[in-house]
């Protein structure tokens, strides 16, 4: 069994700043790209940032300069450390990774529950 757990959501003022967490956890015998996704009200969900597990990052034009990815592959945590936040930036953030589990013996991708953001203006 494996489960993604994201931390670090809440409410903040516009132009402030915010730090996510998403811990892997469970029968994981490697992790390759992991990610941030976001889900506004009325919106599908769209791509934020990737890491691979070589530190190569990718990033949604929107987000680009103001929000950073980072990773710690001991610790199985990605982290996106969110800064001079928008209101547009307010929704439900998501945690995915491209894990090989030890029970099934193959690659799959496995998404968190999702921690909301809130940004006022």
């Known amino acids: 069994q494996v489960q993604l757990v994201e931390s670090g959501g809440g409410l903040v003022q516009a132009g402030g700043s915010l730090r996510l967490s998403c811990v892997a956890s469970?029968?994981?015998?490697?992790?390759?790209?992991m990610g941030w996704y976001r889900q506004a009200p009325g919106k599908q969900r769209e791509l934020v940032a990737t890491?691979?597990?070589?530190?190569?990052?990718n990033y949604a034009d929107s987000v680009k300069g103001r929000l950073t990815i980072s990773r710690d592959n001991i610790k199985k945590t990605i982290y996106l450390q969110m800064s001079s936040l928008k209101p547009e930036d307010t929704a439900v953030y998501y945690c995915?990774?491209?894990?090989?589990?030890?029970?099934?013996?193959?690659?799959?991708?496995?998404w968190g529950q999702g921690t909301q953001v809130t940004v006022s203006s």
């Open positions: 995915k990774a491209r894990i090989f589990e030890r029970v099934n013996i193959d690659w799959s991708d496995y």
């Open positions: 469970g029968s994981i015998f490697n992790i390759a790209t």
């Open positions: 890491i691979t597990t070589g530190g190569d990052t």
